[in-house]
């Protein structure tokens, strides 16, 4: 069945990178667009960035854009997130998640989620 | 401040049913079929179980009921049971600055 498996989360200091990847299988990667999504300790969800299948758009909210890079790597059906600049707010557990798509072609709805992993941003 | 609106708890119980809704604006939930729902469970990561206002992926239970009218969505859970008592998140497409933007959750407990 559709697996995603993040990795890479860890303690850092403010200012300091930090790389995610999350890693899928059972499903033709190149065909979907991706996203991350975080939720801090004892918070909702935040939708931070998604990425078009041939990698060629990108999209981030305002709070990581100019910090944070997505990327993917359909060779290894691989997804990563760069994140550079890390600040204490962005404190969370960062989700991989598939986005399904409608029969337009239009994103609908995130159908597959990571465990996730966290991020804690402290000195 | 989250986007879209959610009461942050409900309670139920045993066979009874609820409904969680899901207040946003016309240039999000009011303007576009994309709405979805959540579950989490603590610890666990999210799970779909409503797209589109109102359709479900397979194997979610039929018990799980999805609407729109205007800027507000709901969700309805019908004949609660003792594990469906989690968090539950809507989220939407926006034509705003931010394309994807969340609710602030809503715990349900099962009494």
């Known amino acids: 069945q559709v697996q995603l498996v993040e990795s890479g989360g860890g303690l850092v200091k403010p200012g300091g990178s930090l790389r995610l990847s999350c890693a899928t299988s059972a499903f033709t990667f190149s065909d979907y667009y991706m996203s991350w999504v975080r939720q801090a300790p004892g918070k909702g969800l935040e939708w931070i960035s998604y990425?078009?299948?041939?990698?060629?758009?990108?999209n981030y909210a305002d709070s990581v854009k100019g910090r944070f890079t997505i990327s993917r790597d359909n060779a290894k059906n691989s997804l990563y997130l760069q994140m550079n600049s890390l600040r204490a707010e962005d404190t969370a557990v960062y989700y991989c998640?598939?986005?399904?798509?409608?029969?337009?072609?239009?994103?609908?709805?995130?159908?597959?989620w990571g465990q996730g992993t966290l991020v804690t941003v402290s000195s | 401040q989250s986007a879209l609106t959610q009461p942050a708890s409900v309670s139920g119980s045993p066979g009874q049913s609820i409904t969680i809704s899901c207040t946003g604006t016309?240039?999000?939930?009011?303007?576009?079929?994309?709405v979805s729902w959540y579950q989490q469970h603590p610890g666990r990561a999210p799970k779909l179980i409503i797209f589109e206002v109102s359709d479900r992926p397979s194997g979610v239970s039929n018990r799980f009921s999805g609407s729109k009218s205007g800027n507000t969505a709901s969700l309805t859970i019908s004949g609660l049971q003792t594990e469906d008592e989690a968090d539950y998140y809507c989220?939407?497409?926006?034509?705003?600055?931010?394309?994807?933007?969340f609710g602030g959750g809503t715990k349900l407990t099962v009494l």
């Open positions: 990425i078009r299948g041939d990698g060629g758009y990108t």
């Open positions: 998640a598939r986005f399904y798509s409608d029969s337009y072609g239009y994103l609908s709805a995130f159908d597959y």
């Open positions: 989220n939407s497409y926006s034509g705003s600055r931010t394309p994807w933007v």
């Open positions: 016309s240039s999000d939930v009011g303007g576009y079929k994309y």
